[in-house]
């Protein structure tokens, strides 16, 4: 009985999935003909000139979520290295404890405390307003953080637990342990982490909408303001829902959708590997 409800809870999510891919591939249809994609696939967006280019958001979504991870995964590697031998053990669990608080906060108070404090520190350092890519790419990184490191954490317990005997057999300290034994039998799950984080950083959408500035176009410089596809979304459902600037938001969707699939294949690739190397 309980198989039955899995396979019926499975076969609702896997259509409600294609509905959703359903719906977004209808209403985008029309967008991706003739002079339509033409004017889609374009660098600007000035909805009272009638030019709806997505391009610098989808260039925004990509580089903000690229410029997080870079900040966010060495420092979650950090983390779990420190608590896991190259720290005190003293500070390890309280350190862990940390970050799963941080995982309970809601992104807008993340959105919400870097207003007031990021934000400032950036405008006197900088000419602009302080709402821009660097902004949202601190804040992004550390929302992202605690998931980085919440499943490091779990791939190197299980690694640990199978070594140990191995690695007090060779008389490893735990230093030698992390960097000599955990850290290369952690492969998959490192490269697991970083897809899954950057995917967290790439659907976020209030980070975006409170702190990149939200101007339409290409993100040329950590201090210039930017909009992501999320935040885009978001504004334009909020402001409008008749012109051809709505119509263009079902293609910012089919393409966010599709950019969750690539990213969900590369979490099933690299699971079919570790079963397959299991």
Do not use: K
């Not at 005190?88 to 992104?107: F, K």
Request: glycine residues 6%; contains cysteine; proline residues 5%.
């Amino acid at each position: 009985m309980a198989a039955r409800l899995l396979y019926c809870a499975a076969a609702v999510s896997a259509l409600a999935v294609l509905a959703i891919l359903a719906f977004l591939v209808y209403f985008s249809l029309p967008l991706f003909q003739g002079e339509q994609l033409a004017a889609l696939l374009s660098w600007h967006w000035r909805p009272l000139q009638n030019e709806f280019g997505i391009l610098p958001m989808i260039a925004a979504s990509l580089a903000l979520a690229v410029s997080s991870m870079l900040v966010a995964y060495p420092l979650a590697l950090g983390v779990c290295c420190f608590a896991h031998g190259l720290g005190p053990d003293w500070a390890a669990r309280p350190l862990l404890v940390a970050v799963r608080l941080m995982s309970s906060v809601p992104t807008v108070v993340y959105g919400l405390v870097a207003a007031f404090s990021l934000v400032p520190l950036i405008r006197g350092a900088s000419s602009g307003s302080g709402f821009c890519w660097l902004a949202a790419l601190l804040t992004l990184a550390v929302l992202a953080l605690p998931t980085i490191v919440l499943l490091l954490d779990s791939q190197f317990q299980r690694v640990e637990s199978e070594i140990r005997l191995t690695a007090a057999a060779l008389g490893l300290t735990r230093v030698q342990e992390m960097l000599q034994l955990t850290l290369p039998l952690s492969s998959r799950g490192l490269a697991l982490a970083a897809i899954l984080g950057f995917g967290r950083a790439l659907g976020d959408t209030l980070v975006p909408l409170m702190l990149a500035g939200n101007a339409p176009q290409p993100p040329l410089s950590l201090l210039d303001p930017m909009r992501t596809l999320t935040a885009h979304i978001a504004l334009v459902v909020a402001t409008d829902s008749q012109s051809a600037a709505y119509n263009s938001l079902f293609a910012c969707g089919l393409i966010l959708f599709l950019l969750t699939v690539l990213v969900n294949l590369g979490l099933r690739r690299i699971r079919m590997g570790a079963t397959a190397h299991g």
